[in-house]
């Protein structure tokens, strides 16, 4: 019974390891205040991938592919494009 779990759990390891996506967690802030900047737009430049900010500032995004270049603008602040080449938590601060 031991080496059928075993091997269950091996296999789905081995399966479930191909569909595995990229998600980068972060967040957008004011870089004077350090207010979450609530509704900023977070994009995969390249594609049609973009999430919103929440109300804290957070934001999820899945990146189909690293690395990627991730475009950040809010409404009265400079855009900002950042480089992802592994999965961290990001905090991004815009310029106003």
Do not use: W
């Given at each position: 019974?031991?080496?059928?779990?075993l091997f269950l759990f091996l296999f789905g390891a081995i399966w479930v390891k191909?569909?595995?996506?990229?998600?980068l967690m972060g967040k957008v802030a004011?870089?004077?205040t350090g207010d979450p900047l609530i509704g900023a737009t977070v994009l995969a430049v390249g594609t049609t991938n973009g999430v919103i900010t929440?109300?804290?500032?957070?934001?999820?995004?899945e990146l189909k592919e690293?690395?990627?270049?991730?475009?950040?603008?809010?409404?009265?602040?400079?855009?900002?494009?950042y480089e992802i080449?592994?999965?961290?938590?990001?905090?991004?601060q815009l310029e106003p």
């Open positions: 019974m031991k080496q059928r779990i191909p569909f595995a996506q990229n998600l004011d870089s004077r929440d109300a804290e500032g957070r934001f999820r995004i690293l690395p990627a270049t991730l475009e950040v603008s809010y409404a009265g602040y400079r855009s900002a494009r080449a592994n999965l961290f938590e990001l905090l991004v």
